[in-house]
Antibody, heavy 115, light 111 residues
Framework: QVHLVQSGADVKKPGASVKVSCKAS????????INWVRQAPGQRLEWMGW????????KYSQKFQGRVTLTRDTSANTVYMELSGLRSEDTTIYYC????????WGQGTLVTVSS | QSALTQPPSASGTAGQRVTISCSGT????????VNWYQQLPGTAPKLLIF???QRPSGVPGRFSGSKSGTSASLAISGLQSEDEADYHC????????????FGTGTQVTVL
């Protein structure tokens, strides 16, 4: 069955960058986009962008444009989300999710930004 | 990006029917299909309803979705204790950069 497994929790200093991975299995990796979503405590889910794992096309939310970069490695069936210029309000859980309907989700990765 | 509006909470006793509303605009719900996600405490969201009213394999029939104009709703019939969770509506938006917008979330409590 479909699985999306994300990298573990990370702690970064303000101004640094973080790179979170999402390894896919159980389906043809290049047939779907992978989205990234984040959720701060008590807040609504927030879409950050997607990458087409087949042709490397990307689309980003205006809010994160210029700060987020999505890449993929087809040999490893893995998508990466890199967020730069970290600030305290980026402390939250980051999820990857498959396809236009977000039909399968990773387990989430907690990123903490603290000096 | 604008959010879709949901009531912050809803509740019912076991066996009751609970309905959650989701209000949007012409550029999001008015133009695109709505999905619903269930998020149990401490876990990732799970797709519950897609394309307004379709259930993925494995989702119980007591969950149903509908859409009319710029609003959508999720109904849970025969409420069960395991349905206690947060529920989020979502859809694509046709505005600049076409974001995927989520609702503000509704916490369902089984009394």
């Amino acid at each position: 069955q479909v699985h999306l497994v994300q990298s573990g929790a990370d702690v970064k200093k303000p101004g640094a960058s973080v790179k979170v991975s999402c390894k896919a299995s159980g389906y043809t990796f290049t047939s779907y986009v992978i989205n990234w979503v984040r959720q701060a405590p008590g807040q609504r889910l927030e879409w950050m962008g997607w990458i087409n794992a087949g042709n490397d096309e990307t689309k980003y939310s205006q809010k994160f444009q210029g700060r987020v970069t999505l890449t993929r490695d087809t040999s490893a069936n893995t998508v990466y989300m890199e967020l730069s210029g970290l600030r305290s309000e980026d402390t939250t859980i980051y999820y990857c999710a498959r396809g236009g309907d977000f039909d399968h989700w990773g387990q989430g990765t907690l990123v903490t930004v603290s000096s | 990006q604008s959010a879709l509006t949901q009531p912050p909470s809803a509740s019912g006793t076991a066996g009751q029917r609970v309905t959650i509303s989701c209000s949007g605009t012409r550029s999001n719900i008015g133009s695109n299909a709505v999905n619903w996600y269930q998020q149990l405490p401490g876990t990732a969201p799970k797709l519950l309803i897609f394309n307004n009213n379709q259930r993925p394999s494995g989702v119980p029939g007591r969950f149903s979705g509908s859409k009319s104009g710029t609003s959508a709703s999720l109904a849970i019939s025969g409420l069960q204790s395991e349905d206690e969770a947060d529920y989020h509506c979502a859809t694509w938006d046709d505005s600049l950069n076409g974001p995927y917008v989520f609702g503000t979330g509704t916490q369902v409590t089984v009394l």
